[in-house]
């Protein structure tokens, strides 16, 4: 299994940065696709940025020039620069992995709270 810890959260104001870290652990040759996803209060889950092994990657319309994520690979760690945040933005933030095993089992951080506002 492959285990993922978030980290970087936090209060910002509107038009901040912020960048969140994603650590990976356990069977990390298997991952296949990782990135992160975003939920805000009374909403489902969203896609945000993921990038797949080739190094590919893709973004919600949303976060489009404002994010960006990117990879070390020595470490197995995910990073999500949010840039020019807006309220909108506020959300729990987790890491996502998608695992090249049988039945492409996933993998879930635990979440980690990022709120824009003044």
């Known amino acids: 299994q492959v285990h993922l810890e978030e980290t970087g959260g936090g209060l910002v104001q509107p038009g901040g940065s912020l960048r969140l870290s994603c650590d990976a652990s356990g069977n990390i040759f298997a991952i296949d696709d990782i990135g992160w996803y975003r939920q805000a209060a009374g909403t489902q889950r969203e896609l945000v940025a993921i990038?797949?092994?080739?190094?590919?990657?893709n973004y919600s319309d949303s976060v489009k020039g404002r994010f960006t994520i990117s990879r070390e690979k020595t470490v197995y760690r995910v990073y999500l620069w949010m840039n020019n945040l807006e309220p909108e933005d506020t959300a729990v933030y987790y890491c996502?992995?998608?695992?090249?095993?049988?039945?492409?089992?996933?993998?879930w951080g635990q979440g980690t709270q990022v709120t824009v506002s003044s």
């Open positions: 996502y992995a998608r695992i090249a095993l049988a039945g492409w089992p996933t993998s």
């Open positions: 990038m797949d092994a080739g190094g590919a990657t």
